[in-house]
């Protein structure tokens, strides 16, 4: 039986509605999957180090974001830490992300973003100065398959802070290539806040990966060749995946005040009242 799912897939515009008022309820709810606000779900060890960051969309509210121990010297030593207030965000609370990362355990419940359904994700992020690990790979998310050829989608900003996002299939390892674009934006400015998105179409065959900054125009688009049994794994916040081996290397330093991922695309004008809420509660700059 599955009438609790159901239920609560058939109630989620309403309890978001609760969760963040009518203003937030600007956000579309329908297929929304995760929401990880920095405001809430927040929970703290040993001062501000964060032990768990719990999804804030009801259609799965048990999902949870758990620091990972495995692959470091020391322990806790992965975990990010609670910025209560930075006045770039109206004193609005962020995660600050040091070569660190959260783990979602759910093995599976993130695989359908590039099978076809196509998906839809917001960040709100601040970068730092980048530590070079891996050349030109600083992720702020990723759900990439950890050995063989790493399918999945992650989101990164290169070493001097250029940012872009891709979808990798499976067929190849080559960092990046015809089944692994790269959709490369701006320099991104250090010491504030962007709205950065990522916008995967529908299809089984071949989908358009897209990039937004604070809008609902692209900045740059890459077709990608989309394979339907392709089987990524754990997604990870401030890492491309459960990257045990070296964990951090792969990692951004910078902050996070709101994680967003819808499994649809959204519509244009879905996207652009999602930029212009946002922009209004982080940037105080909505775009009427």
Same mark, same amino acid.
């Given at each position: ?75 806790? =030593? ?9 006045? #770039? ?53 990723? %759900?990439?398959? %950890? ?10 900003? %290169? ?29 991104? #400015? ?24 604070? =809008? ?28 045990? #081996?070296?964990?951090?290397?792969? =990692? ?26 946002? %922009? ?9």
């Amino acid at each position: 039986m599955r009438f609790p799912t159901l239920i609560t897939a058939a109630l989620a515009p309403w309890l978001y509605t609760v969760t963040y008022g009518a203003e937030e309820m600007a956000l579309p709810a329908k297929n929304l999957i995760l929401d990880l606000d920095a405001a809430k779900g927040v929970e703290l060890a040993d001062g501000e180090h964060v032990v768990a960051w719990r999804s804030q969309a009801p259609i799965k509210p048990e999902l949870v974001f758990v620091p990972q121990d495995k692959g470091r010297k020391e322990a806790g =030593s992965g975990r990010p830490t609670l910025r209560k207030s930075a006045t #770039e965000i109206k004193e609005l609370p962020s995660l600050v992300f040091r070569q660190r990362e959260l783990v979602c355990k759910d093995e599976d419940f993130f695989d359908g973003l590039t099978k076809g359904k196509g998906h839809t994700w917001i960040a709100v992020i601040a970068v730092y100065p980048q530590r070079v690990g891996v050349k030109d790979v600083n992720s702020f998310f990723g %759900n990439l398959r %950890n050995g063989g050829k790493y399918e999945g989608v992650w989101g990164c900003v %290169n070493d001097d802070n250029t940012v872009w996002w891709g979808a990798r299939n499976g067929k190849t390892f080559g960092r990046f290539d015809q089944n692994n674009p790269q959709v490369l934006g701006p320099l991104l #400015e250090q010491g504030k806040f962007h709205i950065i998105a990522g916008r995967m179409t529908a299809g089984t065959e071949t989908a358009t990966l897209s990039l937004h900054i604070g =809008s609902e125009k692209a900045v740059a688009s890459k077709e990608f060749p989309v394979d339907p049994t392709a089987n990524p794994s754990l997604m990870a916040i401030g890492q491309e995946r459960d990257a045990i #081996e070296h964990p951090g290397k792969e =990692s951004f330093d910078g902050e996070i005040a709101r994680f967003l991922i819808w499994e649809r695309p959204l519509d244009d004008a879905e996207l652009a009242k999602a930029m212009q809420v946002l %922009n209004k509660t982080y940037l105080n700059a909505a775009n009427d």
